[in-house]
Nanobody, 117 residues
């Protein structure tokens, strides 16, 4: 059974930084593409970033490009999302997800990020 546990969320002022972590257990982490998604209150969940299992290929939503960085440590079964220059519109519950083949089959419980203006 694959489990994902996010941490690192919290309250930060606009312009500040946070680093989210997601630890994966029970699966073959190093073979998964990993993604970060977020869902703001009253809105649909949206894609934020993803990283290939090799770690060399990353992709970002336009809204976070240049501010967020996704990375992974396969030895620690962990994926990270470094978030800099945070804006109030980044406020959301952030989820990590694992894609073992063609879709994101496994999801974490989410961690709240709140950015105050």
């Amino acid at each position: 059974q694959v489990q994902l546990v996010e941490s690192g969320g919290g309250l930060v002022q606009a312009g500040g930084s946070l680093r989210l972590s997601c630890v994966v257990s029970g699966g073959t982490f190093r073979s998964y593409m990993m993604g970060w998604f977020r869902q703001a209150s009253g809105k649909e969940r949206e894609f934020v970033a993803r990283i290939h299992w090799l770690g060399a290929s990353t992709y970002y939503a336009d809204s976070v490009k240049g501010r967020f960085t996704v990375s992974r440590d396969n030895a620690k079964n962990t994926v990270y999302l470094q978030m800099n220059s945070l804006k109030p519109e980044d406020t959301a519950v952030y989820y990590c997800a694992a894609n073992p083949s063609q879709r994101y089959d496994y999801w974490g419980q989410g961690t709240q990020v709140t950015v105050s203006s």
